[in-house]
């Protein structure tokens, strides 16, 4: 355990020394960027758009009373999806989409000795595969997060509107009644640190593969494993400290 | 001038190297031959840097290697090109840009001189045109050959080459060979050919240094190695009844 943490924190200090060249480093960092945030979109929509819709159905089916009014509904929906469904379910989707592809890609790289080909050109292997990554773990999973929110509440619209417990203009009323900030600092700063686990993590179990084509698929299952747990673990904390 | 002194070098209980000492010389193809298991490409990987040795020095034209940190080896390494026993080529990379690669990260050269350079050595490995396939599109000589390709896009001063001709024809592997030795005599590197290929042995081998147990068990020419009396060799290099008989007419 202590072995491995602190063969992941070498690893990240050795992927954020200077790059040897920073325009191939930005190039790479955009295209990192563009991998996980517009090949994310669709996924994350997706769930967005059912999680507000179920979130806003359970939520009004629990709350059938007289004594409550029905704008509570959108209050409930709105700050269960900034803080925990958006930041938390889309993080671990992405764990398992993003994650497995860093993991088994940089994996296959050491299997076939791509990342052994870069160290004898004298380049930072970790620098070059690791840091683009996680710059754009940590700038795209935020920004993700942000479209998630924005869908997920245009989720519970639609599931308001397609139903008749509660009515959009309660929902919609719901939505900007007693809005705090701090919930949505504390869904940016879950969405960073998850960024960096699901980047980082899953880089780590790639980097660290031997043997063969089995090793790397072993190596994208812990890479996935790890981070669910890592970003569960984040969570709560954060949560604990912020709120 | 390559030299290995005294290298050992371990994995777990298995002592891979005991005491290698080598000398590895400008504009000759060294070949570094010996049965399975027996460390060569250990040896070669020591000699690279991607092992580290437990014991022993590996100098590069007077300067300790193994002695540098990772910044220190970076001016050496840029005089290193090297052939992968599975070519290693960049699979999300054309053939063009694998080969500029290194001339990205480590040159100023404008875009037109690094594809120009691109072309000339696709152009010398008989692969001119070809710049715009991705690896998955070759063939296994092919990928070889643009592996030498990218070797030499920055001119080397030393040419490490794994296997070069494992899960090629005979002769495909005897082009290969050839353009190895071709590209020695031109540019003068000091190339390192791990191998237990006797047609790259016979045809190529300048200096061969025979491995056998993790130590050095034999060192000389192609020229000698049909009148040795030294066993494990004999029983290495002619273990073929195509070979016996080749010995015979020799």
Redesign the interface.
């Given at each position: 355990m202590l072995y491995s943490l602190g063969r992941y924190i070498l690893l990240l200090r050795l992927s954020f020394k200077k790059p040897?060249?920073f325009s191939?480093y930005w190039s790479e960092v955009m295209r990192e960027m563009v991998s996980i945030g517009i090949g994310s979109l669709g996924i994350v929509a997706i769930i967005s758009v059912f999680i507000g819709a179920v979130a806003t159905i359970q939520t009004a089916f629990q709350l059938v009373s007289d004594f409550i009014p029905k704008t509570i509904v959108g209050t409930i929906t709105r700050d269960s999806t900034i803080l925990e469904f958006s930041p938390t379910i889309s993080a671990l989707v992405l764990a398992g989409r993003v994650g497995s592809s860093i993991a088994s890609q940089i994996g296959?790289?050491r299997v076939?000795?791509?990342i052994?080909?870069l160290?004898?050109?004298?380049?930072?292997a970790p620098g070059y595969l690791i840091s683009p990554k996680i710059i754009g773990g940590i700038t795209m999973i935020p920004l993700l997060t942000v479209l998630s929110i924005c869908l997920g509440l245009a989720g519970g619209y639609i599931a308001c509107a397609a139903s008749n417990e509660v009515s959009t203009a309660q929902y919609l009323e719901g939505l900007t009644s007693g809005f705090k900030t701090i919930i949505l600092q504390v869904s940016m700063v879950k969405a960073f640190f998850f960024g960096f686990i699901i980047t980082s993590v899953c880089a780590y179990q790639g980097f660290y593969t031997s043997g063969g084509a089995l090793e790397v698929g072993q190596s994208a299952t812990k890479g996935v494993v790890f981070s669910c747990i890592y970003i569960l673990f984040a969570d709560l904390i954060i949560s604990r400290i912020m709120l | 001038m390559i030299e290995t002194i005294n290298i050992h070098k371990t994995f777990g209980d298995n002592y891979v190297l005991k005491g290698i000492d080598v000398e590895l010389k400008a504009g000759r193809n060294n070949l570094i031959i010996g049965g399975s298991g027996s460390g060569k490409t250990t040896l070669l990987k020591c000699i690279v840097g991607l092992h580290k040795p437990e014991e022993g020095e590996v100098i590069y034209d007077g300067q300790n290697f193994t002695q540098m940190d990772f910044e220190e080896r970076v001016p050496i390494r840029k005089q290193i090109g090297m052939l992968f026993q599975s070519s290693a080529l960049f699979d999300s990379m054309t053939v063009q840009d694998n080969i500029i690669f290194p001339l990205n990260l480590f040159t100023t050269m404008s875009k037109k001189e690094k594809i120009e350079r691109a072309n000339f050595c696709l152009e010398r490995v008989n692969l001119a045109g070809k710049n715009k396939l991705f690896p998955a599109e070759l063939s296994g000589g092919m990928k070889k050959r643009v592996g030498i390709a990218r070797a030499i896009s920055m001119q080397p001063k030393y040419l490490f080459v794994d296997e070069p001709n494992s899960g090629l024809d005979p002769k495909t592997s005897i082009l290969i060979d050839e353009l190895i030795a071709e590209i020695t005599e031109e540019y003068q590197t000091t190339t390192v050919i791990v191998t237990h290929d006797m047609n790259s042995v016979m045809g190529i081998g300048d200096h061969i240094i025979f491995l056998h147990n993790g130590q050095k068990w034999w060192e000389g020419s192609n020229k000698q190695i049909a009148h040795t009396n030294n066993k494990e060799l004999n029983d290495f290099v002619f273990a073929s009844k195509f070979m016996q008989a080749a010995r015979e007419k020799l």
């Amino acid at each position: 355990m202590l072995y491995s943490l602190g063969r992941y924190i070498l690893l990240l200090r050795l992927s954020f020394k200077k790059p040897e060249k920073f325009s191939v480093y930005w190039s790479e960092v955009m295209r990192e960027m563009v991998s996980i945030g517009i090949g994310s979109l669709g996924i994350v929509a997706i769930i967005s758009v059912f999680i507000g819709a179920v979130a806003t159905i359970q939520t009004a089916f629990q709350l059938v009373s007289d004594f409550i009014p029905k704008t509570i509904v959108g209050t409930i929906t709105r700050d269960s999806t900034i803080l925990e469904f958006s930041p938390t379910i889309s993080a671990l989707v992405l764990a398992g989409r993003v994650g497995s592809s860093i993991a088994s890609q940089i994996g296959t790289m050491r299997v076939t000795e791509q990342i052994d080909a870069l160290e004898i050109m004298g380049v930072n292997a970790p620098g070059y595969l690791i840091s683009p990554k996680i710059i754009g773990g940590i700038t795209m999973i935020p920004l993700l997060t942000v479209l998630s929110i924005c869908l997920g509440l245009a989720g519970g619209y639609i599931a308001c509107a397609a139903s008749n417990e509660v009515s959009t203009a309660q929902y919609l009323e719901g939505l900007t009644s007693g809005f705090k900030t701090i919930i949505l600092q504390v869904s940016m700063v879950k969405a960073f640190f998850f960024g960096f686990i699901i980047t980082s993590v899953c880089a780590y179990q790639g980097f660290y593969t031997s043997g063969g084509a089995l090793e790397v698929g072993q190596s994208a299952t812990k890479g996935v494993v790890f981070s669910c747990i890592y970003i569960l673990f984040a969570d709560l904390i954060i949560s604990r400290i912020m709120l | 001038m390559i030299e290995t002194i005294n290298i050992h070098k371990t994995f777990g209980d298995n002592y891979v190297l005991k005491g290698i000492d080598v000398e590895l010389k400008a504009g000759r193809n060294n070949l570094i031959i010996g049965g399975s298991g027996s460390g060569k490409t250990t040896l070669l990987k020591c000699i690279v840097g991607l092992h580290k040795p437990e014991e022993g020095e590996v100098i590069y034209d007077g300067q300790n290697f193994t002695q540098m940190d990772f910044e220190e080896r970076v001016p050496i390494r840029k005089q290193i090109g090297m052939l992968f026993q599975s070519s290693a080529l960049f699979d999300s990379m054309t053939v063009q840009d694998n080969i500029i690669f290194p001339l990205n990260l480590f040159t100023t050269m404008s875009k037109k001189e690094k594809i120009e350079r691109a072309n000339f050595c696709l152009e010398r490995v008989n692969l001119a045109g070809k710049n715009k396939l991705f690896p998955a599109e070759l063939s296994g000589g092919m990928k070889k050959r643009v592996g030498i390709a990218r070797a030499i896009s920055m001119q080397p001063k030393y040419l490490f080459v794994d296997e070069p001709n494992s899960g090629l024809d005979p002769k495909t592997s005897i082009l290969i060979d050839e353009l190895i030795a071709e590209i020695t005599e031109e540019y003068q590197t000091t190339t390192v050919i791990v191998t237990h290929d006797m047609n790259s042995v016979m045809g190529i081998g300048d200096h061969i240094i025979f491995l056998h147990n993790g130590q050095k068990w034999w060192e000389g020419s192609n020229k000698q190695i049909a009148h040795t009396n030294n066993k494990e060799l004999n029983d290495f290099v002619f273990a073929s009844k195509f070979m016996q008989a080749a010995r015979e007419k020799l």
